[in-house]
């Protein structure tokens, strides 16, 4: 049974941090791509920060230098580091989860069969 639960979301002020997790089971490590996705109102879903199967890493220009996506493989736990917020990282923030997904589709939203529910992160 496969699970991807978020967790670590919330609502902070202008320039602080923030830390979101994302506990993986029922897939295997081998071969897995995973990413960040966020989901503001009224607008589509976006990709934010993104690991590939040959673990490339990809970051949505406006998060790059702010946000950092890693994952500790002995927990099964894909993390995203966000720091300097802004209201405009105001979303619902995804994980999700799929096999042989490099770079270049890596914020494909179709691409993924595997997604959580969603934490909500608020910036004011």
């Known amino acids: 049974h496969v699970q991807l639960v978020e967790s670590g979301g919330g609502s902070v002020q202008a320039g602080g941090s923030l830390r979101l997790s994302c506990a993986v089971s029922g897939l295997s490590e081998k071969g897995r791509s995973t990413a960040w996705f966020r989901q503001a109102l009224g607008k589509e879903r976006e990709g934010v920060a993104a690991?590939?199967?040959?673990?490339?890493?990809r970051y949505t220009d406006s998060v790059k230098d702010r946000f950092t996506i890693s994952q500790d493989n002995a927990k099964n736990t894909l993390y995203l580091q966000m720091n300097s917020l802004k209201p405009e990282d105001t979303a619902i923030y995804y994980c999700a989860a799929d096999f042989g997904i490099f770079f270049d589709y890596l914020f494909v939203v179709q691409r993924y069969y595997y997604w959580g529910k969603g934490t909500q992160v608020t910036v004011s």
């Open positions: 690991i590939a199967t040959d673990g490339a890493i």
